[in-house]
């Protein structure tokens, strides 16, 4: 009986002393969870660019629907000759 009682401490104390009562990972993962300053100012200028490309682009399209519809204007419709003649194409 004595020494089931020393093998019980002892496998307690062994387990005991595996524990850390000062936990300094949650301070690390609390600073390590914060974003960095100069990850706020990439995302900034990433930002910043998407929006000059999003105002190029819709500048670049009322450039082409302008010209599309200069280039309706100056079309021709085709005859009735030419209508009928859809097979010939």
């Known amino acids: 009986m004595k020494s089931i ?7 307690a104390s ?3 002393a595996g524990c850390n009562f000062t936990n300094q990972d949650t301070v690390d993962n609390a600073e390590m969870n914060q974003p960095a ?3 706020n100012s990439l995302a900034n200028d990433a930002a910043n660019d998407a929006n000059a490309e999003a105002a ?3 500048s670049q399209e009322d450039q082409l629907n302008d010209t599309n519809a200069a280039a309706e204007d100056n079309a021709t419709n085709p005859s009735d000759d030419q209508e009928q003649n859809v097979a010939g194409m």
Do not use: N, R
């Not at 009682?5 to 496998?11: M, S």
């Open 5 to 11: 009682a020393f093998a019980l401490v002892g496998a």
């Open 14 to 16: 062994v387990s005991l």
């Open 37 to 39: 300053p100069e990850l």
């Open 56 to 58: 190029a682009l819709g």
